[in-house]
């Protein structure tokens, strides 16, 4: 039944297609939704946040709502163990600030880690606050068996941090595209070096996350209700090599010369605390 959607993009609603999907059956997930902002949100970087075939102006109630569900749809189509990256942001209306949090707790998720995604530039320049140059990146895990820890990350994925530190792609139509840096780290993180996954993103834009899991092997679906982005998206796809090195300059990042089980094996140095433990201990039994 999933071949019918698998390496497609599918011009729908996005709740609408997610309910004629098979349970567990996604590997990865990867996405950025329209984030509300009222569409009066402007700036030099981001001139208008209007999505084309779409509103960004919802009562925030609504949204929310429609976030849970949406989320909790992905939970079901994605395997035990798989995970989903979430990228938004902190907002502010009328001086009250709404968090993401506000909506994760109430999914089915196990929310993993909060990453920052420090973009280097603020798309909004007034002086009402710090400027905000950060987004927030949620790493959920659905939970295999009654651990809700998962599977511990290669050292060549965890050294990155969590501070994931890219600039926002310019050179795109889409009013709010991220880069093909951040859902390639995502896919690979998890995935590493396999092959044949199915990564999932259900607001999929310009494709980027679709075009990173091409590149990575694996295949795809994707779903957005705006014809000229599944469009673009389509093209890029049929034009994946172009982005191979973008992609590469990623990778070679995902690199470690010693895992910290090899440097406490030689008997190398694996941190302060150890060290200072060892110490305490002694001068506990001299």
Same mark, same amino acid.
């Given at each position: 039944?999933?071949?019918?959607?698998?390496?497609?993009?599918?011009?729908?609603?996005?709740?609408?297609?997610?309910?004629?999907?098979?349970?567990?059956?996604?590997?990865?997930?990867?996405?950025?939704?329209?984030?509300?902002?009222?569409?009066?949100?402007?700036?030099?970087?981001?001139?208008?946040?209007?999505?084309?075939?779409?509103?960004?102006?919802?009562?925030?109630?609504?949204?929310?709502?429609?976030?849970?569900?949406?989320?909790?749809?992905?939970?079901?189509?994605?395997?035990?163990?798989?995970?989903?990256?979430?990228?938004?942001?902190?907002?502010?209306?009328?001086?009250?600030?709404?968090?993401?949090?506000?909506?994760?707790?109430?999914?089915?998720?196990?929310?993993?880690?909060?990453?920052?995604?420090?973009?280097?530039? +603020? %798309?909004? #320049?007034? $002086?009402?606050?710090?400027?905000? !140059?950060?987004?927030?990146?949620?790493?959920?895990?659905? &939970?295999?068996?009654?651990?809700?820890?998962?599977?511990?990350?290669?050292?060549?994925?965890?050294?990155?941090?969590?501070?994931?530190?890219?600039?926002?792609?310019?050179?795109?139509?889409?009013?709010?595209?991220?880069?093909?840096?951040?859902?390639?780290?995502?896919?690979?993180?998890?995935?590493?070096?396999?092959?044949?996954?199915?990564?999932?993103?259900?607001?999929?834009?310009?494709?980027?996350?679709?075009? +990173? %899991?091409? #590149?990575? $092997?694996?295949?795809?679906?994707? !779903?957005?209700?705006?014809?000229?982005?599944?469009?673009? &998206?389509?093209?890029?796809?049929?034009?994946?090599?172009?982005?191979?090195?973008?992609?590469?300059?990623?990778?070679?990042?995902?690199?470690?010369?010693?895992?910290?089980?090899?440097?406490?094996?030689?008997?190398?140095?694996?941190?302060?605390?150890?060290?200072?433990?060892?110490?305490?201990?002694?001068?506990?039994?001299?």
């Amino acid at each position: 039944m999933i071949e019918q959607f698998a390496n497609k993009i599918i011009k729908a609603d996005v709740l609408e297609t997610l309910l004629r999907l098979p349970d567990s059956c996604v590997d990865v997930g990867v996405t950025s939704p329209p984030y509300n902002k009222q569409e009066n949100k402007k700036g030099w970087l981001v001139k208008n946040v209007v999505y084309s075939g779409a509103t960004d102006k919802l009562p925030e109630d609504e949204y929310q709502d429609i976030q849970v569900k949406v989320l909790n749809e992905i939970y079901r189509v994605t395997k035990p163990g798989g995970s989903f990256f979430y990228n938004h942001k902190t907002r502010w209306e009328r001086g009250y600030m709404i968090h993401p949090m506000d909506w994760l707790r109430k999914t089915k998720w196990t929310i993993r880690q909060e990453i920052i995604w420090d973009r280097k530039i +603020a %798309a909004n #320049i007034r $002086g009402w606050r710090f400027w905000q !140059v950060e987004e927030r990146i949620y790493w959920l895990y659905k &939970a295999k068996g009654k651990s809700l820890i998962g599977k511990e990350l290669e050292s060549k994925h965890a050294l990155l941090t969590s501070i994931w530190r890219f600039s926002p792609e310019t050179n795109n139509p889409h009013p709010a595209p991220f880069p093909l840096a951040l859902p390639v780290r995502a896919i690979y993180s998890i995935m590493s070096d396999a092959k044949g996954g199915l990564v999932i993103d259900p607001y999929c834009g310009s494709g980027t996350t679709l075009v +990173a %899991a091409k #590149i990575l $092997g694996h295949n795809y679906i994707g !779903v957005d209700i705006t014809e000229e982005y599944v469009k673009y &998206a389509e093209r890029r796809l049929r034009d994946y090599e172009r982005e191979i090195p973008l992609a590469e300059e990623e990778l070679s990042k995902h690199v470690v010369t010693k895992t910290f089980a090899e440097r406490k094996e030689r008997g190398e140095f694996v941190g302060r605390h150890r060290n200072h433990t060892k110490t305490r201990d002694k001068a506990l039994f001299d």
